[in-house]
């Protein structure tokens, strides 16, 4: 098995940053077989061991910082039951976004006191399972908290609730969320609407929440600032926070080379401005556009490479410094306040695979190989416009003839012309054979489920967890 490297001057290679473990299965084609005969195709494999090493990196920084925290999963980034137990069985929390994910996070015997339901639409039986469990709530607007007191009063409990901010200000602008409660409103109604002395008398106040849309350390420190400022007002009043939850977002590091990633940007605009062979299907520009002659707009993509990414991230959030000249970190630990953190898509990074079959090998009629892949696009899918991780190519027959490197597509199975896997034309070492396998590596991050669906009625794929060092599988539905 090889990167395609020595193709990388005519069609750009993004070469991902792979694990010790994803290695191992690639290279034993036995066990890659008995795989597809047992479960079929597409396959998702997943390892424990980064998911751990990922809580790890943030429980330190956290430490580094000597501040009170928890680190929740959030469970919409994958759908396995293994990460949500996992996470549990490591001490941290799960943010679950779902009457369904709270219930399964219950049955799986996760820590109530460790869950929160950040879930941006609540219905009666979500609220009412939380309530009863004693799950804390995150509560975005004014009639999200009449009903959750209507229903905690009927319950006849006083509960503990979380507020969401947003409308913080960065550089003099209010940024837009169409999540939360409006900064310049939310302290008045906390201390006019909740607790004890209020109308809303079975909800307290018990801390903040916020998650951000997009990955500046800057807007995110900025916010976190504000939270605090927040904070004091209510302390003002006798309120306390005892925590702020600062989502999640945390970017992740998918390659391996800076200069790949911008050596990729720069042939796609030459490709865009037709000077050169399109190095994407259709040419497509994955967010560049060309109009009279000018190249527009930018890549709609996940920033696959980022030289500051989880860990450092978290870091540069804490570290920054504050208009009264002290580290938000010092701020949260004076003011005795637990910082909570949602990562999804980082606390995932390194922990799955997607494998699938070769099906067929066909030229297109202008004159491209296109290789029919036993999946489909929404097995491979977020919202990023492409997947921008090479695969890897893993041949099943022992007679690999030598032959020249060959660029293809890669499509499923939909009755869609827009089924393509990657937009992103792939080198191969050889044209594959039918069975042979590619691998696409670190998908677990929303990769894999968020967009899966059932049209056709085909199956969904099937996740697979390794143990004893990748050397067995077990079905994720037989996690209890
Ligand atoms: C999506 C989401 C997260 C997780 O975001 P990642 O980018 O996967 O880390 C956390 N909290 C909330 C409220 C979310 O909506």
């Known amino acids: 098995m ?3 490297e020595q193709s990388a001057i005519k069609y750009p290679s993004l070469t991902p940053l792979v694990s010790r473990w994803m290695k191992e299965i690639w290279i034993n084609g036995d066990q890659i077989r008995s795989i597809f005969e047992e479960y079929g195709s597409p396959v998702n494999i997943h390892n424990g061991e980064p998911f751990k090493n990922n809580i790890e990196e943030y429980r330190q920084v956290f430490n580094q910082h000597s501040l009170k925290h928890t680190i929740c999963f959030a469970r919409k980034a994958n759908k396995c039951r293994f990460f949500p137990k996992e996470a549990n069985r490591l001490g941290g929390g799960v943010d679950v976004a ?22 941006a639409v609540k219905k009666e039986p979500l609220i009412e399972l939380a309530i009863s469990n004693d799950v804390l709530l995150i509560l975005d607007n004014e009639d999200e908290c009449c009903k959750v007191n209507r229903m905690a009063s009927r319950h006849q409990k006083k509960i503990e609730v979380g507020i969401r901010l947003s409308g913080f200000y960065v550089n003099g602008q209010k940024l837009y969320s169409r999540f939360g409660f409006d900064i310049d409103h939310a302290a008045e109604f906390i201390l006019n609407r909740l607790g004890e002395q209020n109308e809303l008398d079975s909800i307290q106040f018990s801390g903040f929440h916020f998650h951000l849309d997009g990955y500046s350390i800057h807007e995110r420190a900025s916010a976190l600032e504000q939270t605090i400022d927040q904070a004091d007002i209510l302390k003002r009043h006798d309120i306390t926070t005892s925590f702020i939850d600062i989502g999640g977002g945390i970017l992740t590091n998918y390659l391996s080379s800076k200069t790949e990633w911008e050596n990729f940007q720069k042939e796609l605009q030459k490709a865009v401005k037709g000077k050169r062979d399109p190095i994407t299907f259709r040419n497509d520009g994955l967010g560049y556009k060309l109009s009279d002659g000018k190249l527009w707009g930018e890549m709609n993509v996940y920033p696959y490479f980022n030289e500051i990414s989880k860990g450092t991230f978290l870091d540069r959030i804490l570290s920054h410094t504050t208009e009264k000249g002290k580290t938000v970190a010092s701020l949260l630990r004076e003011k005795d306040i637990e910082i909570r953190i949602e990562p999804g898509r980082s606390l995932l990074d390194q922990t799955g695979i997607t494998l699938a079959r070769v099906v067929h090998r066909k030229k297109d009629s202008n004159g491209n190989w296109l290789i029919g892949l036993e999946m489909n696009r929404s097995q491979l899918y977020s919202s990023s416009t492409d997947f921008l991780l090479d695969p890897v190519y893993i041949p099943m027959s022992d007679s690999l003839q030598k032959s020249q490197d060959v660029p293809v597509y890669l499509v499923g199975g939909y009755c869609l012309e827009s089924d393509i896997i ?10 594959p054979n ?10 677990a991050g929303y990769m894999m489920h968020f967009y899966e669906t059932h049209s056709h009625l085909f199956e969904l794929s099937t996740n697979l967890i390794a143990v004893r060092n990748s050397k067995e599988f077990i079905r994720d539905e037989e996690i209890k």
Not at 102 to 119: F, I, K, S
Not at 422 to 431: A, G, S
């Open 422 to 431: 990657l937009k992103r034309k792939i080198v191969l070492p050889t044209l």
């Open 2 to 4: 090889k990167f395609p």
């Open 434 to 443: 039918i069975g042979d396998v590619i691998c696409f590596p670190n998908t």
């Open 98 to 119: 779902s009457y369904r994910e709270l219930e399964q996070c219950l049955d799986l015997g996760c820590n109530p006191d460790e869950l929160v339901v950040t879930a």
